[in-house]
Structures are given as structure tokens and as C-alpha cells.
Nanobody, 132 residues
Framework: QVQLVESGGSVVQPGGSLRLSCTAS????????IGWFRQAPGKEREGVSC????????FYADSVKGRFTISRDNAKNTVYLQMDNLKPEDTAVYYC?????????????????????????WGQGTQVTVSS
């Protein structure tokens, strides 16, 4: 069964940090570009950060540049999102996504995905709440 499972979401105060993890099962991430998306109540889902299969190319939304860092450990079949200096507007459900790299032109396109192909996958999401 192909599956992505996120973890690490929590309630944190403004200025705090969290690290989200996303572990793949049923397939290997070696050939996949990966990304983190988020959706806040009443808003559309947006791409936050994406990384190519080799870990060489990245994309960050302007709203998180300098605060969030995406990484991956293919040996552990896991991707991460380190979130620092969190703000209340970062409150959202965070999702990870994997899409076969042959189908992705660049990381900006990866972070603009609305749906994946039959070989891609979305996680179920983890809640991040930034509040004092």
C-alpha cells in the first residue's frame, strides 16, 4: 500500500520551532520529487516548499523563505520540514506530497501541484497551530 504519513504537528507559541516528518511506505522516494503544502481554514491549499529527488533544487514560498527548511533522507524514506520563527499565520494543516520526478519540470511547478498522477501520493496531514 502506497502511503505518506506526516507527524510532528503541534501547538507552539509565536517565535517557536517545529520539525515535521513525512515517511513513505509501499514505495521508495528515490525517484520522487517531494513537497510540503498547507491549508488554513477558509483558504486554498498552497505549496510551501519543494525539493527534487536528489536534494539539489528547492523552492520556497515567499511567506516562509528564511524561516522554513526542507530536507530529505532517502535512506530513511523520509522528508522533513524544519519550521523556525513560526507566526500565527503559519497555522494550517500541513501535507506532504510525492510525485515522480519524470513528471515535474521544476520545483516551482512541483509546489503548484493541485493533484498528483496515479504514481504520486498525498499524505493525510498534520495540524500546526501557532498561538500564544
Amino acid at each position: 500500500q502506497v502511503q505518506l504519513v506526516e507527524s510532528g504537528g503541534s501547538v507552539v507559541q509565536p517565535g517557536g520551532s517545529l520539525r515535521l516528518s513525512c515517511t513513505a511506505s509501499g514505495f521508495t522516494l528515490d525517484y520522487y520529487d517531494i513537497g510540503w503544502f498547507r491549508q488554513a481554514p477558509g483558504k486554498e491549499r498552497e505549496g510551501v516548499s519543494c525539493m527534487d529527488r536528489h536534494g539539489r533544487m528547492t523552492f520556497y514560498a515567499d511567506s516562509v523563505k528564511g524561516r522554513f527548511t526542507i530536507s530529505r533522507d532517502n535512506a530513511k524514506n523520509t522528508v522533513y520540514l524544519q519550521m523556525d520563527n513560526l507566526k500565527p499565520e503559519d497555522t494550517a494543516v500541513y501535507y506532504c506530497v510525492a510525485e515522480h520526478s519524470a513528471l515535474i519540470i521544476n520545483m516551482e511547478a512541483m509546489c503548484a501541484l493541485r493533484t498528483t498522477s496515479s504514481v504520486g501520493s498525498w499524505g493525510q496531514g498534520t495540524q500546526v497551530t501557532v498561538s500564544s
